[in-house]
Structures are given as structure tokens and as C-alpha cells.
């Protein structure tokens, strides 16, 4: 019966070739978009989901509140780790290791590539003996599985940094061999593991043994100063209750840090946070990995389900539309003696075959829609369906949901035809047609509402990124480059002067100065106190680093007081007018003169009007400019404008880079435009601005092949009216209104409806901005403007065609 | 075979009750050939759909080789005419979509005859009606005559006791017309009973029996 039902679903097919076309485009387009989004969320949910009783593996966080202002570290004190076994009951297994960026590795007798000598290696920890008993999940390959980490000067390594660093050694000859971190810490390796398979943010591939540290003496032994490179993870013992683990934790911590005075704007507190939380939550990172939103994964999944309704919208609306030719097949089969249940069955058998052609061409078109949302994708992850079987289930339960969705309603209602009405050709008297038409009607208008929102989110999406990006910030941002100095122990640095004064004797640099950017994503404060006679003034202020040059490179105004002098460490602060208004001064000349601090008073010599340090996501903070040499670890260089040739500019960084390259040969010389680091605060909403666009496209166009499928279809239907009324003297222009305003009518109620929910939405997403963009009125009228437009344009594309058709066709074929 | 008491049919015309069939009672007994007749309107049609099942009468009892239909549920009705009723209609109603085998098959599938036995099936029929050549054609491939053969051959296909036929031959020539009444009466020789509705005095003429509808009321 089966195969008879699939030859009939394939002769439809080929009659219906256009329809055909529209329904299998509309749902590959769905299919596709849905396949990705799978693979991007489902790649993001599976993160360390693998680790023995995950469920109760925790990593202890600090959160700070810091004079009213909230703090988020992932790491804990020094000491806090070894207390914490000691001290804490509940906690089955723990263990606690320092993350080292960028470490020196050198190899002795190396005979690798690099001679053994590799700078800035990424992946490496100090773990203690219990990090792999903590996640067993490590397969060994050689060496001593038992306690690898426990002497000091141990080293455990992964295969692929054994092959790196012992190239064509075998994992059993490494054992023993040396590996010095650092040009001091001299240890040898104690074992080789594999790298690990599963999807994780567990990426080291060295572990030091954490008593290399202690018996360095490297830790901070300090009860008061946080650092996220201390990482403590706890396995707790069954049914605890986190909140008096939560509170037990944080009492070891107030106990010991003794010097603090903690009250409610003020304090430090330990919290459990849950292995299944860490790939997700942005207060705290990630071992430097990257974080997953689960907004992003969820308004994706969104776009998708959006995609793929609007897909099986087109079948269902095109289906019953052309429910009349298959009226008479279905009136006769009744009589032959077919159940409705048979039929029911028929319908959604020839909607399986529909839905399993569009998802073999999805198959086709999804690595094309991969690089569509190529911002979005994970580094790991992988379009391959022959090795992806969990994909290949998806894909049929997709199908399978998508059969049902379009093709349930259409079964029914071309199934519940009776066949006596049908054989005397009065199935489509009455009231079952007008409630169709409704439903189809309905439908329609639901695909348009998508369609709008989706245009007046991105409209205003587009706005808000145009206005963070043109909104005067207080500062200049064209043509500065901004490049960093590396970290040294020699203070004064000499050739920091020598860069400085070379790159200022170059023609195409109109200024360069010892300078942080006025503007960036990762700031320093600190807590200044400021005694005004009678009361005491706490406040958290940022500090930025610049030397003389700093106020006329940036263009930043001062609005009161004098430049700041020349120095090699904090000396004067120039404060800008967020702090002097917290300090009590609303005229800024009141604050030239007064000291601030406590051991070590500073004047303060200006103000200077505000600047948004940071994205507008975030309002204008307190802020102090001072000059610092030693502490200052970047240039910032203001370039003459180039009229337009960019070799100009090319030639000035080159021969910046002969001159960093002559004076730091260990580092390699880097530059980045300040107005562009500037546009990365707002990576992830041009992320959002470039998916809504794409989805706004696609909603569209399936929206508007099922337009057409539809107009296709009355057309066809009214060809005879068409015909006579031309014949009566109708213009081209006249049968073309006839036959859009029902459809036009339909898109501007859809218009109505979905500007309200837009506006409301939209009006809740700005809601994110310290500083945002007005919702203009006329974003919407020009969204719906837009989308008539199209939808005119699309209608035309057949209406046309049956204005202009010659009348006694039609007419004579009756 | 077939028995009515008191069958009405009517419609709620604006209010009132039009009456379409009118009290009918009606015998029909195993192997008669019966054509129905009467003027256009007089609720033939509709009569002989309520004998295929396919309609429900508004009030009365209805009988059919032995069982009140009138009390039957929609899935036992159904069942019983899959069985034992065959239609064949004026415009033909034959599937665009399948060719003439698969039209002929169909009546076999939802009575789920095996594979194998309904292709020995459906060659005998073809074989009887001289069709074999045209078996992978599709309906509108066929002249009318041709189209009507094998509306015939699909009533036959599942061998019912009764053939229903709402003018067989409207549509067809007097040649054509003749061929397929030479065929009833061949059927009805064979032992099934036939009921047609026909226009033509000579069509009725090939039958044993004519029952007369005026106005919904036999005559
Ligand atoms: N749904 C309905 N509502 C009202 N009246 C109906 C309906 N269906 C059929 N009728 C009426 O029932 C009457 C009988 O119809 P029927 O098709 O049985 O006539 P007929 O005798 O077969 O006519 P013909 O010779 O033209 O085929 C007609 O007058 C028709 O208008
Ligand atoms: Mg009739």
C-alpha cells in the first residue's frame, strides 16, 4: 500500500512542479537553519557533561562587592585551597590548581624545530596530586599513574606536547625527560596521557605538580587578594546542601582574612558553582576558554523554529488551497471502500515524501548556510553527516515532527471530505470553504508577523549599533593605533623610550605617548579614600595610565586644573567630573588642589569632562589619569591623516616594526586601530545584527514563495473572471489590483500585529544600554513600507502574467 | 438482498423540510437486473446512493443481505460495502493520478488482498475486458467507452454481489452505450444483482424490473 501511496505522491509531485518547488525550497531553508542551530547548541550543551558524578563536582567562586560595586572571580586566595581540606566537612575529593599563561618552556638538547625553545606556551597548570583523581577521565599512556603530581619538579604531559617537545621519541622514552618552565623551574616528566576526545574546557596539556610551587615559594600567601588563575574544584559527598557548604566556605574565609572589615557594600564570600554553569555563566571565566550564551543558543533556536514554521505554513496553505483537485481522488477512493484513517495515512505518507526530498537538498545547502552563521560556530565543531549518527537521528526526527506539523491538517481536512458531496461536485459549497479560506488566511498573516518582526528588530538593532558606533565618546578615536610593551623586570625600561621617541621622530606620527587607551575592555581600579573633614568618601576609581601627551593625543578636555608632570610612579591624578561630583565638588575648579588616598596622599591637579571607558552597555565611572612610567605597558600613537593612502600609514608600521623588533627580538611586533577595538566591544551585537539579517532574508523569502504559491494558485482559479473582465475592458492595472488587494490587505494586518510586539521587545533589548538609541516612529511604517514593497513585487511576478494573458484562451477552453 | 421500509430523505431548505425521497419502501431480491428511472431531480441518484451506503437516509429502515444497515456504525457499514457493493458512476471518477492497473487495483488494497493475488486479479479482469494492452495507460488516455470499462472492471475487481450504476452509459455513445448494457446483462446472467439508474427505455429494457421516482415517491 505504501508503494502505492509514494507513486501517487510522486505523480502530484511532478504535476504540481511549482508548488512542489516552493513547499521543498520553503522547508530545506527550515531544515537547514534548524540542522545548524542543532549542531551549534547541541555542541554548546554537551560541554564536560562526560565527568564521573559531574553532578557534584563544583568549583569555588569568589564574588566581591567592592564599595557598593559587584565583583566576579572564578578563582579563590592563596591559602583558602589547603584550609579548605583541612577544614570543610561535605567534600568527598578536591582539588586545586594555578593556571600559567603564556609560560616559557625550554627543552634541553632539544632537537625540534625550534631548538627546543618555545615562549609563550598556552595549556599549562600547576595541579596538585588530586586533580586526576578528581577527573579520572584521563586515559594514561606511560609513566606513573598512581601519583604523578605529588613530588615536586613533576611534570605530566599530553601526547601531543610529547611529540612537540621529544619529537619522535616514544611516550615510554619521554619519561624522565626534562622540561624547564620559566628558566628555572627544572622538572622532569612523570607521565604521558592522551589528549583528551571529549568536548571540554579542560584543555591543559601540561600539569606541573602544584609542590613545584610551594617549594618555590610562588604562592601569595595573603588571606585578602583573589587571582582567577587559582582554580578549586570540590566533588561533595551525596545530598548537601550547598547553602551551608556556600556559608561554611565563606566563614573560613572571613576567619582568616582577618585585616578586612567587611559590611554590606563591602565584603568577599566563597560560592559553589556547578560543573554544568561554567561553560555558560560570563561573571565567572573560563580557564580562558570560551564562554557559550544561553540567550545566544536560545534566540537561535528561535530564529530556526521560526524558519521552520514558516515552512510548513507554505505546505499547509498551498496543500489545502489545491484541496480541490484532489477532491474527486478522494471522494472515489472512499467509495472504493478506503477508511478515513487510510486516507489520513495517504496524505501524510505524500507529506513524508515532500519533507524527505527538502531534507536531502538541506543535506546540500547546509554547509553553504555554515558559513552564514560561520560567527556563531565553535572552532570544534563539524558538518559530516556519514560519521554524525546523533545527527542523522535528529535529522529524521525532524522530519518527522515537520511531516506532522504541515502535513496533519491538510490530511484532515482533505481526508473528512465526503464523497457523496464530492461526487456531485458540492464539496466546496457552504461553510467548509470560508472557514478554510480563514484558517489559510490566518496562516498567512502569521508568516508576515514573523517576517515584520524580524525587519524591525534588525532596523533597530542596525540603529542602536550605528549609534554606540557614531556617538561622540569624549575622545578622539580615528586614526590612533594603540600596540602593547612587554612586561619587564628592569624598571626603568630603557628602550621603551627609545621605541617612544623613534616612532615620535617619524613623519607620518603626529603624537605618540606612553599611554593605555582611554577606552578599553579590561580595566584596572582601585578603592581611593578621600576625607573631606567631615565624612569619609570610599569610591572604586578606574586608573589610566598616561603620560603628558596623553590629554591632547586623545583630544580629552580639561576642564579644570593643569596637565599632568612627568613620573615614574602615581604622583598627581587628573580626575574626571563622575568622581569630582562624587567627592562632593560640582564645580570642578573646587577639586584642583585636594589630596586623596591614605598612606600615600595624592593631589589631585585636574578634571577633565567624561569619557565612556568602556561599552555603553555600562555607565561612566569614576576615573583617574596618572602618570606612571614604570607601570605603563602601552603606546598609543595619533597618525596624520593619510588623505586617503593607506601606504602612508603602511610605511609607518613597518618601520615600527623594524624598531620594536630590534628592541624586543623575543616578541612579535602587533598594532590594532583603536577605532576598531572600539567597534569589538559590540562583537556581539553585530554577531545578533548579522544573524537577524540573514533570518529577516530567509523569513522573507520563504514568507514570499508562499505569496506567490498562493497567488499562483487564484490566478489559475480566476482565469475565466480575468478573462471576461478584460474582455469588459478592464486594464492591466485594474486586474492587477483586483488580484493583490486580498493579499495586500493580509500583509498590512500583519503589519499591525507585529508592531506592537517589536516595539515592546525591542524596547526591552535597549533596556541593556547605559546609552541607547531612540525607537524612532518610523522604523516601523518604513519596516512595513519594506515589506509591501515585496510582497507587491512578488505578487506582480504572476499577477502580471494573467493581466496581460490573451482573454479568449481562457475563455475558449470552457 | 436489499430491502427499504419507510426511507425519507429531506433537507432543511430555509426552515422547512424539502423532501427528497419520500417514504420509499422497496424490494430488491438476489439476481434481479432493476432500473431505476424518473425525470431529473426526482431523487434517483440519491436513492441509489443510499443503497450504496454512501449516504444516510433521514428516518426508515434499511436491509441488506440480512443486516439492518440503519443500525449498523459507519465502520461495520463500510465494511459491508467493501465486501459485497460496486459502483459505477456516469462521469467515470476514475483516479487521474493512476494508471488504468492501479485503478482497477485500488478496491483490492483497502480490502488488503495480497500482493500477489491481486495482480493474478487484476490480469483476469483486464484479460476479460480486452484491456491488457492498455493497462499502463492513464485515464485520460482512454476515449469515454474505454474510460467506463474500466470504471466497470474496477466495480467488478473484488467480485460484490451488487453493481450500483448512476447512468452508466450518460456520457457515452449509443454504440458504446450498448456494449457496456451487453456486459450488465452478461453480469446478471452470471448471478449479480444489478441496479442502474438510466434515462434510456431501451437500457431499461435490458433489465427485468423498472422502479419509477417521481418526486421522491415510487410510482
Ligand atoms: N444538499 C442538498 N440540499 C438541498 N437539496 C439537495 C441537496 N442535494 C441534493 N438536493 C436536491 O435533491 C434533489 C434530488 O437530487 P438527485 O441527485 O437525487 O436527483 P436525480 O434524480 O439523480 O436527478 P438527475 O436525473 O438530474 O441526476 C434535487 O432536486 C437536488 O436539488
Ligand atoms: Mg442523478
Known amino acids: 500500500m505504501l508503494k502505492n501511496y509514494f507513486r501517487v505522491a510522486l505523480r502530484n509531485f511532478w504535476r504540481n512542479k511549482v508548488f512542489s518547488a516552493i513547499n521543498i525550497l520553503g522547508l530545506a531553508i527550515g531544515i537547514s537553519s534548524a540542522l545548524v542551530i542543532y549542531l551549534i547548541v547541541q555542541y554548546d550543551l554537551s560541554f564536560d557533561k562526560f565527568h564521573k558524578d559531574g553532578d557534584r563536582i563544583y568549583r569555588v567562586v569568589t564574588d566581591i562587592k567592592f564599595a557598593g560595586e559587584p565583583f566576579y572571580n572564578s578563582g579563590v586566595t592563596d591559602p583558602f585551597a589547603v584550609a579548605a581540606r583541612k577544614e570543610i566537612s561535605g567534600i568527598e575529593l578536591c582539588s586545586n590548581f594555578y593556571t600559567a599563561d603564556d609560560i616559557k618552556v625550554v627543552i634541553p638538547n632539544s632537537t625540534s624545530e625550534k631548538q627546543g625553545i618555545f615562549r609563550k606556551q598556552k595549556n599549562v597548570t600547576y595541579a596538585d596530586e588530586y586533580y586526576f583523581k578528581l577527573f579520572p577521565f584521563y586515559k594514561w599512556i606511560a609513566g606513573n599513574t598512581q601519583d604523578p603530581l605529588k613530588a615536586p619538579y613533576q611534570t605530566v604531559i599530553t601526547e601531543s606536547r610529547a611529540r612537540t617537545y621529544f619529537p619522535g621519541l616514544d611516550p615510554k622514552a619521554v619519561i624522565g625527560k626534562q622540561i624547564i618552565y620559566d628558566d628555572s623551574l627544572k622538572t622532569s616528566v612523570s607521565a604521558v596521557i592522551r589528549d583528551p576526545e571529549e568536548i571540554t574546557d579542560f584543555t591543559f596539556r601540561e600539569f606541573i605538580s602544584m609542590a613545584t610551587m610551594d617549594a618555590n615559594h610562588m604562592h601569595n600567601e595573603e588571606w585578602g587578594s583573589v587571582t582567577s588563575s587559582n582554580q578549586f574544584f570540590v566533588k561533595l559527598a551525596p545530598n548537601q546542601s550547598i547553602a551551608k557548604l556556600n556559608s561554611e566556605l565563606s566563614a573560613l574565609l572571613k576567619k582568616n582574612n582577618k585585616n578586612e572589615q567587611t559590611s554590606s557594600t563591602n565584603y568577599m564570600i566563597e560560592q559553589l558553582q556547578p560543573l554544568s554553569d561554567i561553560h555558560f555563566n560570563d561573571h565567572y571565566d573560563n580557564f580562558g576558554q570560551r564562554l557559550a550564551q544561553k540567550n545566544t543558543l536560545w534566540g537561535l533556536s528561535l530564529v530556526a523554529g521560526f524558519l521552520l514554521l514558516l515552512g510548513c505554513i507554505n505546505f499547509i496553505n498551498l496543500t489545502t488551497a489545491q484541496a480541490s483537485q484532489r477532491a474527486k481522488e478522494i471522494g472515489v477512493r472512499k467509495t472504493m471502500g478506503s477508511t478515513q484513517k487510510q486516507l489520513v495515512f495517504q496524505f501524510l505518507s505524500e507529506t513524508l515524501f515532500t519533507t524527505l526530498i527538502a531534507a536531502f537538498v538541506s543535506a546540500i545547502i547546509t554547509p553553504w548556510l555554515l558559513q552564514i552563521f560561520s560567527d556563531f560556530i565553535p572552532a570544534g565543531l563539524h558538518f559530516d553527516l556519514l560519521n554524525q549518527p546523533q545527527l542523522i537521528l535528529f535529522m529524521i526526527a525532524l522530519v518527522l515532527v515537520v511531516t506532522l506539523l504541515s502535513g496533519f491538517y491538510p490530511a484532515m481536512i482533505l481526508s473528512g471530505f465526503r464523497p457523496v458531496l464530492v461526487l456531485k461536485n458540492q464539496a466546496f459549497g457552504g461553510t467548509a470553504k470560508t472557514r478554510r479560506t480563514w484558517i489559510r488566511k490566518t496562516l498567512t498573516v502569521s508568516q508576515f508577523v514573523i517576517a515584520q518582526f524580524l525587519i524591525m528588530a534588525t532596523l533597530a538593532v542596525t540603529k542602536q549599533i550605528h549609534f554606540t558606533l557614531s556617538k561622540d565618546l569624549g575622545f578622539k578615536k580615528d586614526a590612533i593605533i594603540t600596540m602593547r610593551i612587554p612586561w619587564n623586570n628592569r624598571k626603568p625600561d630603557p628602550n621603551r623610550d627609545v621605541l617612544l621617541n623613534e616612532i615620535n621622530k617619524m613623519p607620518e606620527v603626529q603624537l605618540a605617548s606612553l599611554a593605555e587607551p582611554p577606552a578599553s575592555t579590561n580595566t584596572s581600579s582601585r578603592t581611593i579614600k578621600y576625607k573631606d573633614g567631615k565624612k569619609e568618601i570610599e569610591t572604586d576609581v578606574q586608573l589610566k595610565y598616561g603620560d603628558t601627551n596623553y590629554l591632547s593625543l586623545y583630544r580629552l578636555k580639561l576642564l579644570a586644573g593643569r596637565n599632568i608632570q612627568e613620573s615614574d610612579s602615581e604622583r598627581e591624578y587628573i580626575i574626571n567630573e563622575t568622581y569630582a561630583k562624587i567627592l562632593g565638588f560640582n564645580n570642578p575648579e573646587d577639586a584642583i588642589g585636594k589630596m586623596v588616598g591614605e598612606d600615600k596622599k595624592i593631589p589631585i591637579v585636574g578634571v577633565v569632562s567624561n569619557f565612556h571607558q568602556s561599552s555603553l552597555h555600562t555607565p561612566i565611572k569614576p576615573l583617574a589619569i596618572c602618570s606612571a612610567k614604570n607601570n605603563t605597558y602601552s603606546i598609543s600613537v595619533a597618525l596624520k591623516s593619510s588623505n586617503g593612502d593607506s601606504k602612508n600609514w603602511q610605511n609607518a608600521f613597518a618601520k615600527m616594526g623594524v624598531v620594536y623588533k630590534r628592541l624586543y627580538p623575543e616578541e612579535d611586533f602587533k598594532y590594532d586601530f583603536f577605532d576598531e577595538s572600539i567597534a569589538k566591544f559590540y562583537k556581539s551585537e553585530q554577531d545578533i545584527s548579522r544573524l537577524l539579517k540573514w533570518a529577516t532574508g530567509l523569513a522573507i523569502f520563504i514568507s514570499c514563495l508562499g505569496l506567490l504559491g498562493l497567488v499562483i494558485y487564484t490566478t489559475n482559479l480566476r482565469m475565466k473572471e480575468i478573462s471576461v473582465r478584460k474582455v469588459l475592458g478592464a486594464s492591466v492595472r485594474n486586474l492587477i489590483t483586483l488580484l493583490s488587494t486580498d493579499f495586500i490587505r493580509l500583509v498590512i494586518i500583519s503589519f499591525f500585529v507585529a508592531t506592537p510586539i517589536a516595539w515592546w521587545s525591542m524596547n526591552k533589548w535597549l533596556q541593556n544600554y547605559a546609552y541607547r538609541t531612540e525607537l524612532s516612529w518610523w522604523l516601523f511604517p518604513l519596516s512595513g513600507f519594506i515589506i509591501i514593497l515585496i510582497a507587491l513585487l512578488t505578487l506582480s511576478i504572476q499577477t502580471f502574467r494573467a493581466a496581460v494573458a490573451n482573454p479568449t484562451k481562457a475563455l475558449r477552453s470552457e | ?219
Open chain 2, 1 to 219: 438482498m436489499l430491502e427499504f421500509k419507510g426511507i425519507s430523505k429531506w433537507y432543511n431548505v430555509g426552515g422547512n423540510k424539502t423532501y427528497i425521497l419520500n417514504n420509499v419502501d422497496l424490494i430488491i431480491r438476489e439476481g434481479e437486473f432493476v432500473s431505476i428511472m424518473g425525470p431529473s431531480g426526482s431523487g434517483k441518484s440519491t436513492l441509489l446512493h443510499i443503497m450504496g451506503m454512501l449516504d444516510e437516509p433521514s428516518e426508515g429502515y434499511h436491509y441488506f443481505m440480512g443486516q439492518a444497515v440503519h443500525l449498523l456504525k459507519e465502520k461495520q457499514r463500510s465494511q459491508l460495502y467493501k465486501q459485497h457493493i460496486g459502483f459505477v458512476f456516469q462521469a467515470y471518477h476514475l483516479i487521474d493520478e493512476l494508471t488504468v492497473y492501479e485503478n482497477i487495483e485500488t478496491p483490492l488494497i483497502y480490502q488488503n488482498v495480497k500482493t500477489s493475488e491481486r495482480k493474478a486479479m487484476v490480469a483476469d479482469i483486464l484479460d476479460r475486458f480486452q484491456m491488457v494492452g492498455k493497462k499502463d495507460l492513464f485515464p485520460t488516455q482512454l476515449s469515454g467507452g474505454q474510460q467506463q470499462l474500466v470504471g466497470i472492471a474496477r466495480a467488478l475487481i473484488a467480485s460484490p454481489r451488487l453493481l450500483l450504476a448512476d447512468e452508466p452509459t450518460g456520457n457515452l455513445n449509443s454504440k458504446q452505450g450498448e456494449e457496456i448494457m451487453e456486459i450488465f446483462k452478461k453480469l446478471n446472467n452470471e448471478g449479480v444483482t444489478i441496479i442502474q439508474v438510466t434515462h434510456s427505455e431501451k437500457n431499461a429494457g435490458y433489465g427485468s424490473r423498472v422502479i419509477n421516482l417521481l418526486d421522491g415517491r415510487i410510482s
